[in-house]
């Protein structure tokens, strides 16, 4: 029989069922103590969520409302000077600045590329190799270091 409740719940709470179908269902819920507590919970629930719902369906806009929204954009488009100056050269600049935008992406890669060949963190390769110090450099400014290294710690 719960099965049966169950079932019938949501329509109870909507208020959908036949006089003979109530009749059965509140006979159940005065016999039945878990019937009867799932009935207060769907009903708890279904107050919380009662927000939800709108309480009144949202205005339907009238015939030719949309039509005129639209013509109300274009009349108001066709008078501002923007719009004519819009209409007048959006298709004769279409191609051009297109064109105009593929030149300077290929110019940028371009120029990229040949920074990244010719350099060497912003120096040109020759200068970068004449200020890389040379293996005897290294070795002289090692001991260096370190002779100023044992000569700081010597005259602690």
Not at 76 to 82: L, R, Y
Not at 87 to 109: D, E, H, I, K, N
Not at 136 to 145: F, G, P
Request: aromatic share 8%.
């Amino acid at each position: 029989m719960h099965q049966h409740v169950d079932e019938q719940l949501e329509a109870h709470l909507a208020g959908e069922l036949s006089l003979d179908e109530e009749r059965v269902f509140q006979e159940h819920l005065r016999q039945c103590r878990s019937c009867e507590q799932t009935l207060a919970d769907a009903r708890s629930a279904r107050s919380c969520l009662a927000w939800l719902v709108p309480q009144e369906a949202p205005p339907v806009p009238g015939p030719g409302f949309y039509a005129r929204v639209q013509q109300n954009i274009e009349r108001k488009a066709e008078s501002s000077w923007f719009g004519v100056l819009a209409q007048s050269w959006q298709p004769r600049l279409a191609y051009p600045l297109l064109l105009f935008g593929l030149l300077v992406a290929a110019w940028t890669m371009t120029f990229q590329m040949d920074v990244e060949e010719e350099s060497v963190f912003g120096f040109p390769s020759t200068q970068f190799s004449s200020l890389v110090p040379s293996e005897a450099e290294r070795l002289d400014n090692r001991d260096l270091v370190m002779t100023s290294l044992i000569e700081v710690s010597e005259g602690n």
